[in-house]
């Protein structure tokens, strides 16, 4: 949708400034660098306006007004993407949910959970863990969003056990780009009432309208926790265990891979030794229980599974200190290999898990073939792959390049293998280009048309997703 | 959408026959009364041409052939809908899946099952359990098709526990009205790539492209079931025990809640005696796990809850002879109401789960303020009720005025409970009237937007969903 966007004019900014006192309004200079863009960086552009919403009410009256005046309106939650899904590429209003951080209701005996989109992921895990519930959805950084986690359907290292953010959300507060306000679902268990706008909504960052609460689902907590870290003489056999211990039939909470090289990168950021060293590769997996006898039953036999397939050793760790030396490693992976080298872009793909060794594979040939350091961990248990390409040495215009040859390649083989472009976060304006390549016209206009049918000006989020 | 539909002619049945050989084609009088109704036949109307189809190839041919010509198409599973939707209700080309019953692939690696529509879902559960796995989705109707469950996104029992058939679809094939068949997510356990148009199609009731393929997800099988049978003194008191169990956080399986009388049906048409008499009300619980001391950790814990709530007795069924007698009868409840009455029909309404006692009471001020019999029982533990108005001595004229009034009570009652018109049949056509006054125009334009999509002339199921 290239169309002309109306430029935001003083008028505009009068009709803004009814709306929403000077206290929560940033024009022009006023706005902070951090809304310019997200956090690969690799999309840049300032928003004309940022705004910081308190509810609905002010968010349907600014969205009524930008769509009767042609501006984009960009949602915007912590801004932790990494796809520039939450940035204004062609200007316009930011609304920015960072101040509609209520909890609103605790519901104990439906099990669920009332929230404003900007309460943050860790804030919610402490709130009902305190009360001796959970959420299960756990991607990896809890500084999120609750209203960008369910705009990038985010995933997270249980989604093995316990499935993504999708499978947690029962109902929406939505305000569409008319500036009318629709609940959608509720705290009902089932729903075959119509097409699942509910579903429809969760992942479609922020395209297709503004989330303004959600009410997610909860589970009791789990008594018990263990991880194990077992080490392998070399990455493909780490991974090539994995469809193994799936087709064990028992299946952990979370099976996630890493290599020495990524290790070593967390250790000299957090300045700290990880737990082992004897190797190269490791698969990390945690189970979950109420009790413990239970979790030791699918954890021995899982261990056997890596056994036999060649594991070198199998470490418990069932303490809390020993597992948070580990997932504290894991947890900084991210931030470490961004901080070993001078830019990166990532790849997200997602593979059904018996290839995942195929691909992981692949990405060694590619770091060859491109002449270009390549790193990559991920969640080997669902086939998510968080695959990063880094500049290091290479001039822009080198890195440029050589990021295009290796990322066609990539997503080229993850379609090969029956993956799609995107695990769990999205497609925003960066993987755009990778999705219509992998899915063709006649997917594309399905996209299009949902898109018509929400924002028929396409104004809300522009040039995201489809 | 109300247009004008062509009607087909002589040329147009040439057509169909140059796609699909005589022995699974049927003109008028040749098309079995079954193909003009569904399982609750308050909808009537005979397609103008049946045929049997056996592959994408052909329905795709079928499909742009009708979208060229202005030709309603009807997909058709086993027909065990309630609502209407596999009627065709403005008449065209009814297209069966009924030979399209191959299992295609079970791949171990990634549980994974991928099979053809027209597969029944009694075949699938017995395919894989002979496997040691699992397909838990569990709706009552064992021999509809899979398609068919996909098209309502179909329930169950077991949904407490382990959800609906939405979250169990992993991809889907799946041809367009234009003619078009695209591939929809696949064997990947996370997708955050674009709008989920999987979990837009599923529960779409055959308006927005037709299912050819599914690839289905499996659990391993648990080892062990164990079912309670718990006798209330009052049908109140047993379902206000709910949110009690889901508030102690020890969730069963399922959670089903029966009546005497209509127990009573059940024996009289089964023959055959339940094994309890003492109480007017129950509820029947299962669990399951992989190991018998973990699931009696549960049980007992929720029996005791039962018991402080003022359950009667307790009783636990943990032989397969047990379990079944009780099962058949809560089985045989939607047969067993439709043979003791001479017509009815059904509102599948759903609550959060601590307002079904409210609702279940309110059926009951419902049966005397209408005057009119009502039979309910359903799934306590999700919220999801099927609740029967039943015509037994009246007229047709009377009958019909009763049930609009009956049914414009209920459905209103379950909107102010925060509930929806349909927890897992559908809306059809039967319930769209409801559908409609519930969510209202905004909501609807969405839903007509979403159609519009997928299938501009509206030929696909016209007169369904919206």
Redesign the interface.
């Known amino acids: 949708m290239n169309r002309a966007y109306k430029k935001i004019d003083q008028e505009d900014i009068e009709f803004f400034q009814s709306v929403i006192p000077k206290s929560r309004l940033f024009i022009g200079e006023e706005i902070h660098e951090d809304y310019s863009k997200d956090e690969l960086a690799g999309v840049h552009r300032y928003p004309d306006v940022v705004v910081e919403a308190l509810c609905a009410e002010e968010i349907s009256k600014l969205l009524k007004y930008c769509n009767e005046h042609d501006i984009p309106v960009i949602p915007r939650g912590q801004g932790t993407g990494l796809v520039g899904a939450s940035v204004a590429i062609h200007g316009g209003l930011m609304i920015s949910t960072i101040k509609m951080n209520r909890f609103i209701e605790l ?5 669920t959970l009332t929230v404003e989109p900007g309460v943050l992921l860790m804030e919610i895990s402490k709130y009902v863990e305190d009360e ?2 959970f959420y299960p959805p756990d991607p990896g950084e809890k500084s999120a969003t609750i209203g960008g986690n369910i705009s ?4 997270g290292m249980r ?2 056990k316990y ?2 953010t ?2 947690f959300v029962r109902g929406l507060e939505v305000v ?1 780009m ?1 500036g ?1 306000i ?1 609940q959608i ?13 509910k ?2 909504m ?3 960052e922020g395209t ?1 309208g503004f989330i303004t609460k959600a009410i997610l689902k909860l ?3 789990p008594k018990v926790a263990v991880s194990l870290l077992v080490p392998f003489p070399t990455l493909e056999q780490a991974v090539e265990t994995v ?2 211990i ?2 064990s ?3 952990p909470t979370a099976i996630e891979y890493m290599e020495r090289r990524v290790i070593k990168n967390a250790e000299d950021f957090l300045g700290k030794k990880f737990p082992d060293a004897s190797s190269d590769a490791y698969l990390l997996l945690t189970f979950d ?3 413990l ?2 979790v030791e ?2 954890y021995e036999k899982v261990a056997d599974v890596c056994l036999e397939a060649g594991a070198i050793d199998v470490f418990i760790s069932d303490t809390q200190e020993r597992q948070e030396s580990i997932w504290s490693a894991r947890g900084a992976f991210l931030e470490a290999i961004k901080a070993s080298t001078t830019a990166m872009d990532e790849c ?1 793909v ?5 290839q995942v060794a195929k691909f992981v594979k692949y990405t060694k040939e590619v770091e060859s073939l491109v002449d270009i350091r390549i790193a990559s961990f991920g ?1 080997a248990g ?3 792959l968080h695959v990063y390409v880094l500049k290091d040495q290479y001039s822009d215009e080198v890195y440029t390049q050589k990021l295009k040859e290796a990322f066609d390649l990539l997503y080229k083989r993850a379609a090969e293998l ?10 925003g304006y960066a993987k755009l280009p990778y ?1 219509v390549a ?2 063709g016209p ?2 594309m ?10 924002d028929p000006k396409g104004l809300l989020n522009p040039g995201k ?2």
Chains 1, 2 share one sequence.
């Open positions: 519901d104990k005996e439906n099990l001796d519930l990038t359907n985010a995933g989604a093995v499935g993504v999708r499978d569409l008319s009318e629709i679902g509720g705290k009902v268990v089932k729903n075959a009432s119509g097409y699942s706008i579903d429809l969760v992942g479609s297709l589970l009791p907590l469809p193994l799936i087709k039939k028992f299946i229980g109420n009790a006898d239970e039953r699918i997200d997602v593979v059904p898990r018996n969640h669902d086939g998510n029956g993956g799609h472009v995107s695990g769990e976060h999205g497609i999705l992998q899915q006649v997917y206009n399905l996209l299009k048309g949902i898109k018509f049918a929400f997703v489809c």
